[in-house]
């Protein structure tokens, strides 16, 4: 009794110091309302996993005064009976930008880019705002506040959706009744970052993923040294981020690669992104769960695309039906992967579609208590508001739903959605749920009516026998109207009628054709056995998904493939080395690498694989090529030392298994020619399958791209506003960049204060020795002038490449100890060419170059064997140096000729059997295998089609299904894989 007594106490406290209003009040009487609401005999969700049943929740001043078995209900209270009810948490959007209007786009035409930052005291690149406030931009939205709570929402956390850092964010509660001072929640509740730049401004840097990622590193070793007092100017986004540092931080990656790309960079900053995702994280869930990271899922699920075209449906990829396919399976596997997230209404059109979304899920297996925790208990986690938000605990807000059911069954419906104690009606409580099967008996006829669909927005259905008439049903408030219309006398029939309390019948009046009024009874009837046997076949289809694939492409592995020992017997074995080609010749592998060549090798439990007849060789290696990444270019600085293709590796892209087939094991993935000084390269493996980090090579040797000509000048864009406009201000560029390389390098060295510049810091490496200079280049005087510019700085070029003019210049290009990678035979596709010939390649090799044979091109690089070929008939080359120009030499170029591209006991095993001679046109590769991984098989690839054949016509049968059914479908479009190139700007 005394703690009950004491309880009492509490609550007349809490009520006395709620009720101290300390604004002037001119517009009526200051007494308030402390009276209590009481929520009796409902199943009580105080969290997802906290249900009490004939619960009681009381609430009073928009909070949670006691939820549970046994509250004392006040005196002062309003009991509402939510006997047979469900009371859950309102539900919690973690990204939105409710309420902040769109950013417009900044004025200005595409050959007219901006260099310098548009604002003064702020960051140097525009694109960086953590000084934005979403506060300052906000305004209440009471109509779209309504479709969200609608939808079950009673918090929303929104933002300013524009830039690469975008500032912080507002929590709000959506409670139409209170003001500023009340909804929100929050006013800094965040802040956020994607890779996206602002549409506001025109600032050109960065023009790609890489230089985004880049900008961003930048941004926060700036902001570090800005904190440490080091900066003479003033700098309010630094500022700004610096003071904000304590926030969560929200990240929009918008796809599984990004998710991770994300992580490194939060990782690399001790900064714990919350990451928004893309809905595909299930295509890389072994990498999705190492980055340990939060995550918000959207589940904007694709819908089907129409195939009953055939030829519409040969422009849809795989890839694409699949994601149809698969992606409603991404909550679920993340939640038995333990990945923490939550859902978000983010990429829906409304958020009325997030309903079906969410059923779909379940549907596909997603754990229902999983779900509720995921709107309501992590998203409050997230974001650091557990203690206001997100359950039905003591002093949280009351935000609540009231339902007829479980929350996600889909005959349930949404009554009311309290925010922070205010009543919004969704559907009345008192709307009797009228969906059935009924019989109408008027003017000598029996109709019968099938009511169906949501109960707030219903669906009719009207026959006669096997005569189905047009009709069309309105229900609200208990009363219902229904018309239909016969087709033969377009004669239209109208009834109208309330539902009694209880009844399961209703009656009314029906007015005929001839606008008589009559009496009308609709008698319920009991569901048919075709409407049941409907619906539990419905409740019981099994969802069938097409299984994943590595990568889940077309041509993707079912199982990753895995490390064989294996003894090739008898083949042709073309080393690469001094030893030749060696006929008859066994070659066996253990554990990735050559362990022995020479005759009537033992296989000692490895594969044997027999190669009579058959060429066996290192893999070729291309030192120049731009598939699988997702950019090319940074355009945006004459300069972009500071970015590197390594971020963008896209192990997805079907060149790696196109490249396979034509028996390409290396790629350096060169950076573009957009700038004199590019990006750093990426040189990688082509192991099909794996991700972007398990392609790079291990130690992989520090490379960059320069270029010269007409592209760094930019002669052919027409745009004027970015130095050099000259071949000759390219060099004094150059000169510019490693003085000031050379200042920063020493200043480092010395111990003095310097700012990290992650640019200056890879151009120092170059004067250092540690990093090597790939060059496009193609006219004799500029190869000369780079040649004399580095020799003034005291380093070498490692590799002109194009080197179209190689030929005029071959001899000093000797004497620097410049090697060559070249084209066999392109020739006069632009000006800067017209010189060049096919004997360029033999005359080079023939001054005692290293020269290679390069690609620059996503389909020429499958057949480099044949472009190796070509030097054999423009300059005599015997076939051992011309295959040499494919393997063994660009491993040369690229500093890994200790580990690949010739057959030599302890090196990797990058091999490729070949079917006929390497160097002949009817070669094709039957074996490609990296370090004892065959990741292409001839015969395996021919299965693989009819797998691909197959898998497209169950996917195009589910489609079909899923119209007849229905479903919503979508026009079939066609997505162009975009080939890059060096001029490639994306």
Known sequence: MKKQLLW???????????????????????????????????????????????????????????????????????????????????????????????????????????????????????????????????????????????????????????????????????????????????????????????????????????????LLRQMYSDAAWYANGASKTKDRSLEALNANKPMVSFFEAGSKDNDIRADKIGDAFNVNYVIVGGGDEYEMLDDIKASNARYIIPINFPDAYDVTNPYAEKYISLADMRDWNQA???????????????????ELEKPSEFSGKLLKALKYGYDETKALEALTTVPASFLNASDKIGSLEEGRYANFLITSGPIFDKETTLYENWVQGQKNIINTKDQQDIRGNYKISAGGKTYDVKLTGDITKLNSEVTVGDT???????????????????????????????????????SGKLLLPSGAETEYTATRQADSKEDKKDKDADDAKKIETVPLTFPNVGYGFATKPKQQNMLFKNATVWTSEDAGVLQNTDVLVKNGKIASVGKNLSAGGATVIDATGKHLTAGVIDEHSHIAALSINEAGHNSSAEVTIEDVVDPEDINIYRNLAGGVTSIQILHGSANPIGGRSAIIKLKWGENADKLIYDNSPKFIKFALGENVKQSNWESYGRFPQT????????????????EYDAKKKGGQ????????????????????????SYVQSEINMLMKVAD????????????????????????????????????????????????????????????AINSD??????????????????????????????????????????????????????????????????????????????????EKDKQMRDNVTSERNKLVKMMLDEKNGGGKTKEPKGKDKRHFECETIN
């Open 727 to 742: 071949r000759m201000g390219v060099e004094q560029m150059y000169v510019n960049y490693f003085n000031r390389a050379k």
């Open 8 to 214: 009492m106490l509490c609550l007349f406290s809490i009520s006395i110091m709620s009720a101290q209003v300390y604004f002037p009040e001119n517009e009526g009487l200051k007494e308030q309302n402390t009276n209590y609401t009481a929520f009796t005999n409902a199943t009580l969700y105080i969290t997802p996993t906290k249900v009490v049943k004939n619960g009681t929740l009381l609430i009073q001043d928009g909070k949670v005064i006691a939820s549970g078995k046994s509250v004392t209900i006040p005196k002062n209270a309003i009991t509402i009976d939510l006997q047979g009810k469900h009371v859950y948490p309102s539900f919690i959007d973690p990204y939105t930008d409710f309420g902040v209007e769109k950013p417009k786009r900044g004025s200005g035409g595409r050959r007219s880019p901006e260099y310098k930052a548009s604002r003064d005291g702020f960051y140097w690149n525009d694109h960086i705002k953590p000084e934005s406030e979403a506060i300052s931009k906000f305004e209440y939205d009471k109509k779209k506040a309504d479709e969200f709570r609608k939808a079950g929402f009673g918090v929303l956390n929104t933002h300013i959706m524009d830039g690469i850092a975008r500032g912080t964010g507002v929590l709000v509660a959506l409670n139409d009744e209170e003001g500023a001072g009340t909804r929100i929640i929050n006013d800094k509740s965040g802040q956020f970052f994607s890779f996206e730049k602002s549409v506001e401004s025109r600032q050109s840097y960065p023009t790609s993923l890489m230089g985004a990622m880049a």
């Open 792 to 851: 003034r700085f005291d380093f070498k070029i490692n590799t002109f490449t194009h080197i179209l003019e190689g030929y005029k210049v071959a001899d000093k290009m000797k004497e620097h100890g410049v090697g060559a990678s070249t084209f066999s035979d392109w020739w006069a596709y632009k000006f800067e060419v017209n010189d060049a010939i096919p004997y360029n390649a033999a005359i080079m090799a023939s001054e005692g170059l290293v020269v």
């Open 468 to 506: 189905k008439y047009p009709s069309k049903v309105d229900y609200s408030e208990n009363w219902v109207s229904l018309s239909f219309t016969d087709e033969k006398t377009n004669e239209v029939f109208r009834t109208t009628g309330i539902i009694p309390k209880g009844d399961q019948n209703f």
């Open 328 to 346: 409603p399976m991404n909550p679920k596997w993340l939640s038995d992967n333990n990945v923490q997230f939550s859902l978000t209404t983010f």
């Open 753 to 776: 204060p310097f700012r990290y510049d992650e640019e200056m810091e890879v151009l120092a490496e170059i004067l250092n020795g540690e990093r090597f200079i790939s060059c496009h």
């Open 857 to 938: 091109d996503g389909e020429m690089s499958r057949r480099l064997n044949q472009e190796a070929a070509k030097s054999v008939k423009y300059g005599g080359m015997t076939e051992e140096e011309a295959w040499k120009m494919v393997t063994i030499n660009p491993a040369k170029l690229l500093h890994l000729d200790e580990r690949t591209g010739s057959i030599k006991e302890g090196k990797d095993a990058d091999l490729v059997l070949w079917t006929d001679h390497p160097l002949s046109v009817y070669a094709r590769a039957e074996k490609t295998i990296i370090e004892g991984v065959t990741y292409f098989d001839l």
